[in-house]
């Protein structure tokens, strides 16, 4: 599998190329355009609830789409649904990435995805829903940022503190604390920084230049109210 | 032979992202190889502390320091922990079991938190369902029949495009006739009736909301009268009059909105729905909205002068195929048919008597031409 960045900076491409009988991963929605030899299979089995339960009980996704080259050698072109950076990360076997699930872009067959619940406080003020992705094994991985991706590496015992909205993705041996951004309650939302996440090293930490939930909230005042 | 890594090794003077290395326990310590090959000075177990760590709570994180650099080294590996615990002196041990007695920690909360996790969303998801008719019914009042009926419409295509449609015929002319007859008596209907018989030897009919009606033709050729067609008609039109598709909608939208909040408003949670779309228009009717399409039924056809002798012989006749399956109530959506034919009869009691007039078709021509088309080979 080869795996190409076409565009990079605000409107990325990734340009897959698979062998014949390799399959790949990616987040669904995110095809853009396959070769004929490629087969995509999203198939939801069993129904909503079936799914559901899957997912929260065992951590098996339902939402990704596999690519496979069932006829022969082809390319497959993938795209993130916001504007932004996409990174490729080469997974060695010991390192593992922790991804918020708006983060996950596609992967190769070998990496291995499972859903992960948060902690309780993370869940509820984080927005990003109680799970979010642990991803290990060997192959490649393309994560996507709204806005550009930006890793920062930390030493060990070394502590740094990150905007909820701004996580991408952080590998598995950091750990972290949600907390208020300002002491007291008010100065903490009025700053517009509500909750935090303290990170301690080792390890590394991807954070996105722009923030999903600040732009949904700019550009809602731009769109006229429903005329009755 | 190939580097095999097996933990990651951190410290002050080495890249954030850590080192892949390949750790060994021997009798001494730890000997340490980095992914660039480069053998480490071995660490004695003297100088080493150790805790758990990672995402899980699943890693060993040994820590010393060397050279004046600290080192922390994470290891996953469980066979090479295994043999860690294995070669380490007494002293250390006491480590071992500070760290694993953490791990036990860690994990009694978690659990305790999913456990209580799941419980309120078992409790939210079940207060959505079974508290929300009300609700459901007042937000169902909002929605205009148009967009009901191009709901209904749009999957009435998704199920017929897998169907064969029986488009003229006595049973298309007799299916019109019966539907004709009963929507004439419904006064000021928001809804424009229309009716599909399908080929198919399922004994059924169903109505999507906006007013479309499908007929399988096995009911037909199951049914001793033609009233009986009738009476499954009544109550059929009769879930697109009180809009209980609708409900089911509108609830299962609500519970999926729940859902949404749960997993984050995920882009696959709407694929999902799409693809759901048809099923959630089929979905099952609770027991309430069968007992009133049932008795609601039966007044339109008392109102359209059609014997309810035929919708009492019908749940009768179920009643009879259900003592062979032994099937439960507690676990079906529609009532047992026994009770429902006892309801029917009851309320009929109350209505004021009336002659019945028959149907103009001729019910043995109907019957016969099912039979006949079955009879032919498919193409």
Same mark, same amino acid.
């Given at each position: =599998?080869?795996?190409?960045?076409?565009?990079?900076?605000?409107?990325?491409?990734?340009?897959?190329?698979?062998?014949?009988?390799?399959?790949? *991963?990616?987040?669904?929605?995110?095809?853009?355009?396959?070769?004929?030899?490629?087969?995509?299979?999203? &198939?939801?089995?069993?129904?909503?609830? *079936?799914?559901?339960?899957?997912? $929260?009980?065992?951590?098996?996704?339902?939402?990704?789409?596999?690519?496979?080259?069932?006829?022969?050698?082809?390319?497959?072109?993938?795209?993130?649904?916001?504007?932004?950076?996409?990174?490729?990360?080469?997974?060695?076997?010991?390192?593992?990435?922790?991804?918020? &699930?708006?983060?996950?872009?596609?992967?190769?067959?070998?990496?291995?995805?499972?859903?992960? =619940?948060?902690?309780?406080?993370?869940?509820?003020?984080?927005?990003?829903?109680?799970?979010?992705? *642990?991803?290990?094994?060997?192959?490649?991985?393309?994560?996507?940022?709204?806005?550009?991706?930006? *890793?920062?590496?930390? &030493?060990?015992?070394?502590?740094?503190?990150?905007?909820?909205?701004?996580? $991408?993705?952080?590998?598995?041996?950091?750990?972290?604390?949600?907390? &208020?951004?300002?002491?007291?309650?008010?100065?903490?939302?009025?700053?517009?920084?509500?909750?935090?996440?303290?990170?301690?090293?080792?390890?590394?930490?991807?954070?996105?230049?722009?923030?999903?939930?600040?732009?949904?909230?700019?550009?809602?005042?731009?769109?006229?109210?429903?005329?009755? | 032979?190939?580097? !095999?890594?097996?933990?990651?090794?951190?410290? %002050?003077?080495?890249?954030?992202?850590?080192?892949?290395?390949?750790?060994?326990?021997?009798?001494?310590?730890? +000997?340490?190889?980095?992914?660039?090959?480069?053998?480490?000075?071995?660490?004695? @177990?003297?100088?080493?502390?150790?805790?758990?760590?990672? @995402?899980?709570?699943?890693? /060993?994180?040994?820590?010393? #320091? !060397?050279?004046?650099?600290?080192?922390?080294?994470?290891?996953?590996?469980?066979?090479?922990?295994?043999?860690?615990?294995?070669?380490?002196?007494?002293?250390?041990?006491?480590? @071992?079991?500070?760290?694993? +007695? %953490?791990?036990? !920690?860690?994990?009694?909360?978690?659990?305790?938190? /999913?456990? +209580?996790?799941?419980?309120?969303?078992?409790?939210?998801?079940?207060?959505?369902?079974?508290? %929300?008719?009300?609700?459901?019914?007042?937000?169902? %009042? /909002?929605?205009?029949p148009e967009?009901e009926k191009q709901i209904g419409e749009s999957a009435m295509k998704d199920v017929l495009a897998q169907q064969e449609v029986v488009r003229e015929g006595p049973v298309v002319d007799a299916v019109k006739e019966m539907t004709t007859r009963l929507t004439e008596q419904i006064a000021?209907s928001p809804y424009q009736f229309t009716v599909t018989v399908v080929k198919s030897p399922v004994v059924n009919a169903f109505a999507l909301p906006g007013g479309s009606v499908v007929v399988f033709t096995g009911l037909v050729k199951e049914a001793k009268s033609p009233e009986e067609v009738a009476g499954v008609l009544g109550h059929e039109i009769n879930h697109v009059l009180q809009r209980h598709g609708?409900?089911?909608?509108?609830?299962?939208?609500?519970?999926?909105?729940?859902?949404?909040?749960?997993?984050?408003?995920? !882009?696959?949670?709407?694929?999902?729905?799409?693809?759901?779309?048809v099923?959630?228009i089929t /979905?099952?009717y609770?027991?309430?909205?069968e007992?009133?399409a049932d008795?609601t039924g039966l007044r339109l056809l008392h109102k359209a002068k059609v014997d309810p002798a035929g919708m009492i012989a019908f749940f009768?006749r179920l009643?009879?195929?259900?003592?062979? #399956?032994?099937?439960?109530?507690?676990?079906?959506?529609h009532?047992?048919?026994?009770?429902?034919?006892?309801?029917?009869?009851?309320?009929?009691?109350?209505?004021?008597? @009336?002659?019945p007039e028959p149907f103009a078709f001729d019910w043995e021509k109907v019957q016969a031409s099912i039979k006949s088309s079955d009879a032919q080979p498919k193409l």
């Amino acid at each position: =599998m080869k795996i190409e960045i076409l565009y990079p900076g605000a409107f990325p491409m990734a340009r897959v190329q698979l062998a014949a009988g390799e399959s790949l *991963k990616a987040e669904s929605g995110a095809m853009v355009s396959i070769s004929t030899t490629i087969d995509v299979e999203s &198939k939801v089995e069993g129904g909503l609830l *079936k799914a559901l339960s899957r997912r $929260v009980l065992t951590g098996e996704h339902f939402f990704f789409q596999t690519l496979r080259a069932v006829r022969g050698a082809g390319e497959a072109l993938l795209a993130p649904t916001v504007p932004g950076d996409i990174v490729i990360i080469e997974l060695d076997g010991v390192h593992e990435y922790l991804v918020q &699930k708006d983060g996950f872009l596609a992967g190769s067959e070998q990496v291995r995805i499972e859903s992960k =619940m948060q902690s309780l406080a993370r869940g509820l003020l984080g927005g990003e829903g109680f799970f979010i992705l *642990k991803i290990s094994g060997e192959g490649q991985l393309i994560l996507n940022s709204f806005g550009a991706i930006h *890793k920062v590496e930390l &030493k060990p015992d070394e502590e740094y503190i990150v905007d909820n909205s701004h996580l $991408v993705a952080w590998t598995a041996t950091t750990t972290y604390k949600i907390e &208020k951004a300002s002491s007291g309650w008010i100065s903490s939302f009025t700053s517009g920084e509500g909750f935090v996440c303290r990170f301690r090293g080792p390890g590394l930490v991807y954070l996105q230049s722009r923030n999903p939930q600040g732009f949904g909230s700019w550009i809602r005042q731009f769109i006229p109210a429903s005329s009755e | 032979m190939a580097f !095999q890594s097996n933990a990651l090794c951190f410290g %002050s003077d080495l890249p954030g992202q850590g080192i892949p290395s390949h750790v060994e326990t021997t009798p001494e310590g730890l +000997a340490l190889t980095f992914s660039d090959q480069h053998s480490q000075p071995p660490v004695p @177990f003297d100088q080493l502390s150790l805790e758990a760590g990672g @995402f899980d709570h699943d890693q /060993l994180v040994v820590k010393w #320091t !060397q050279g004046g650099a600290s080192r922390t080294l994470y290891i996953k590996d469980a066979a090479v922990i295994a043999a860690f615990r294995h070669a380490a002196p007494p002293e250390l041990l006491a480590h @071992f079991d500070r760290a694993a +007695a %953490s791990v036990r !920690q860690v994990r009694t909360t978690r659990r305790t938190v /999913l456990l +209580a996790v799941v419980g309120l969303l078992v409790t939210l998801g079940l207060g959505a369902w079974f508290g %929300s008719d009300a609700l459901a019914t007042w937000a169902v %009042s /909002l929605i205009p029949p148009e967009w009901e009926k191009q709901i209904g419409e749009s999957a009435m295509k998704d199920v017929l495009a897998q169907q064969e449609v029986v488009r003229e015929g006595p049973v298309v002319d007799a299916v019109k006739e019966m539907t004709t007859r009963l929507t004439e008596q419904i006064a000021n209907s928001p809804y424009q009736f229309t009716v599909t018989v399908v080929k198919s030897p399922v004994v059924n009919a169903f109505a999507l909301p906006g007013g479309s009606v499908v007929v399988f033709t096995g009911l037909v050729k199951e049914a001793k009268s033609p009233e009986e067609v009738a009476g499954v008609l009544g109550h059929e039109i009769n879930h697109v009059l009180q809009r209980h598709g609708m409900e089911r909608i509108v609830k299962t939208l609500g519970v999926m909105a729940i859902a949404a909040i749960v997993f984050g408003d995920q !882009q696959g949670l709407i694929g999902l729905a799409k693809q759901l779309g048809v099923e959630i228009i089929t /979905l099952k009717y609770n027991r309430d909205q069968e007992t009133e399409a049932d008795l609601t039924g039966l007044r339109l056809l008392h109102k359209a002068k059609v014997d309810p002798a035929g919708m009492i012989a019908f749940f009768e006749r179920l009643a009879q195929s259900e003592k062979e #399956t032994q099937r439960v109530e507690l676990l079906s959506t529609h009532p047992m048919s026994a009770r429902r034919a006892g309801q029917l009869t009851a309320e009929l009691k109350a209505l004021p008597k @009336f002659l019945p007039e028959p149907f103009a078709f001729d019910w043995e021509k109907v019957q016969a031409s099912i039979k006949s088309s079955d009879a032919q080979p498919k193409l």
